[in-house]
């Protein structure tokens, strides 16, 4: 994992002491990271033994301050319990902001407005990450280096309170984004609600299948349906409180599904429809979100001596750049074959000057 | 990547020489699994180019013998050029058994049927193996190792035609299941062209959704649509050879679809269809089909010492067995703290007399 990076000393003075309540993989690991930073971090949970867990990982302190002393209080209950314990700590804290991880933001919202408190300290938040396992045993300091960490601000937040929850993020080492609440209920529906739906779906179909067909599955069945094999009790609980957005996703499906059982005897329409996947596929880009860099290709000669072959593949080797597909050419009318590579376009250069100087021809 | 395993050498003596008809990436890489196991192999392709490159890459020899001379050809052309080749290869090599490793095996057998040959020297087959590479640059005489190949033998087979193909598979290193020609193209489309789709509708999907959420996206839609990014017109073949059995799995998954839209309020309901996701995904087992263990659960005591869990964590540790799950029980009327590890079934003994050797209390 990526350790966490350095921190800057005034986001650590303007937001401890920090509470952590609930202390699960998510809560711990975020006192993990604080502490760890050297933030003053205490804990509680509803189940003592976590707690004690906790602080035995390194998220914090057992000892509570005087409720008035905090500056940050950090929700990181179950997703039912949410609410109603950020409407809880608001009455207890007056002086903390609180925030919460809850990956769906709406249901939270409307739940707090109901008790007609003053909503200004709660700044709704989002850490995205996690990992297959819960609760504070795996917590890790590195769980949030580098990943993506949405902040929910409205209108009365003060632009302190939601600064707070953005120091506490960076302290984490996430990238913050900020986002409408609703707007980000429907922005997970859309890259992690729906996806989760499918590999459901897919993964369920397989009880139509004899027992005899699964040694056919491949590494590509074991991608999609990876993520079905995830807690069905929290799934249960995101997915319900974000039903309006989610809906909205599957009828969406649907509707795509109806196109692609029609365009299955059309094999152009069936390919455009691939097609449309693919570019969808791309659009995620690299690594947690790191755009995927356009391809180049860069063609070298393939000269008629024994062993030519080989020896290019070997200078091509050398260089270590990452090869994105490869081709052959073949040229009838010189009698002569072209290697085709398609590389990064960031490192198209770099294969160019590698190949001159090592003697190879290039078509330009 | 694993070795091949070393090759009987009645397997290799009694299906040589051998012809390769199309030397893509499945082509060359049986022939490069072959010569490694010292098997005569001779290579052609349309394009000469490719057949340099194979040969290059020590799939076989490019000289041709006598037709005559062929014990077995192995056609591995695009899908769409399969069914011909098979056709002609049946009528130059009257001594050889032909077979081809389309993935799609019903449209093969048709298409040969319509010609009136005599198919008893036809034995069709499906190494179940590739990667995100096309053409012979990337063949590897690994490629099939400890992977599926799938043999599709039927009544008018002779008994030596199919074992010499089960020969072919096994110096290969894969490990062959015998199905139906038909059951094969079910099989294929529940495992392999269902959850293809369903990458693509998901990948496809994110063509509605803002620029702006995209960052929001983690490791789990990235699993899911991986395989969207595969060759459109590859697929388009596949997809357009097996359009019946692909549209059965798709109106089934429909269904579901409005299943999970209708449970959508009932989070009961709910749950109950994401727990048939879960148990679709385990009955996938463990990579390349190796069975998913059962696990068993190994209830340690958590001592009433400062750092006592982190001496825990630190010896599970040093064991180095798969924990599949942690959690901590507390025991409100001892006062005393369990951690139940979840391991693999085969492993709970190791772990057990290793947790007693250090000294730590187990509950029965």
């Known amino acids: 994992m990526t350790p966490l990076p350095p921190a800057d000393p005034r986001d650590i003075a303007s937001l401890e002491p920090v509470l952590i309540v609930g202390t699960g993989l998510i809560g711990a690991s975020i006192g993990c990271a604080l502490t760890s930073q050297g933030v003053e971090v205490h804990l509680w949970d509803l189940d003592p033994a976590n707690a004690m867990v906790a602080a035995g990982r390194g998220a914090g302190m057992l000892s509570q301050l005087d409720p008035g002393d905090y ?16 409407a809880e700590r608001l009455r207890w804290h007056p002086s903390a902001v609180v925030t919460d991880t809850a990956s769906v933001k709406s249901a939270v919202l409307s739940a707090l407005r109901e008790t007609e408190l003053d909503l200004s300290r709660y700044v709704g938040s989002h850490p995205m990450s996690g990992t297959q396992y819960t609760g504070p045993l795996t917590a890790v300091p590195e ?12 209108h009365e937040n003060s632009a302190e309170s939601v600064e707070r929850v953005r120091r506490l993020a960076r302290l984490c080492g996430a990238r913050t984004v900020s986002l409408d609440t609703r707007e980000h209920d429907t922005a997970v529906a859309e890259v992690s609600h729906l996806p989760q739906l499918m590999s459901i779906l ?33 799934w249960r609980q995101i997915l319900t409180a974000n039903r309006p957005a989610v809906r909205e996703q599957l009828s969406q499906v649907r509707e795509d599904l109806d196109t692609l059982i029609g365009v299955l005897d059309n094999p152009d329409e069936l390919e455009s429809f691939l097609a449309m996947g693919r570019a969808g596929a791309r659009s995620l880009g690299g690594k947690h979100g ?27 080797d050398r260089l270590g750049v990452n090869i994105e597909d ?39």
Chains 1, 2 share one sequence.
Not at 71 to 86: D, I, M, S
Not at 339 to 358: F, G, K, N, Q
């Open 143 to 154: 769980l949030f280096v580098d990943r993506t960490w949405v902040v929910t601000p409205r």
């Open 202 to 234: 897919t993964a369920a179909n397989l009880r139509h299948a004899q027992r005899s067909h699964l040694p056919l599955a491949g590494g590509g069945i074991r991608d999609v349906t990876r993520i079905a094999q995830s807690q069905t009790g929290m």
């Open 290 to 316: 790191k755009e995927m860099s356009e391809t180049t290709t860069v063609v070298v000669e393939i000269p008629d001596q024994p062993g030519a072959l080989a020896r290019l593949f070997a200078d091509i």
């Open 326 to 364: 490869l081709s052959v050419e073949h040229d009838q009318a010189r009698d002569a074959g072209f290697l085709s590579i398609e590389v990064d376009r960031t490192r198209a250069d770099d294969l160019r000057a590698w190949m001159r100087e090592h003697h190879w021809g290039l078509r330009s």
């Open 71 to 86: 500056r940050l209080v950090v929700v990181a209950t179950p997703p039912g319990a949410v609410a109603a314990t950020v």
